[in-house]
């Protein structure tokens, strides 16, 4: 789905884990948070919940969702 929203505009926040190598799978464009876990680290829901009404703000702040 992150790749699908990135081809079509759309921010994503895309959550990844340690066996992943960081910059190898994340969205193309910019707009996009990719949350990758430090070294022995999880990635909090709270983050997740932060990172993506930091996106939602974003984009309302400059027109997106405004229906027009």
Not at 9 to 27: E, H, L, Y
Not at 44 to 57: C, K, M, Q, Y
């Amino acid at each position: 789905p992150m790749h699908l929203a990135a081809a079509v505009g759309t921010p994503a926040v895309a959550v990844f884990s340690r066996r992943n190598k960081p910059g190898i799978w994340f969205p193309h464009g910019p707009g996009h948070a990719p949350l990758y876990p430090a070294e022995g680290a999880t990635i909090e829901p709270a983050t997740l919940v932060s990172v993506a009404r930091d996106i939602l703000a974003r984009r309302l702040a400059h027109g997106a969702g405004s229906g027009a």
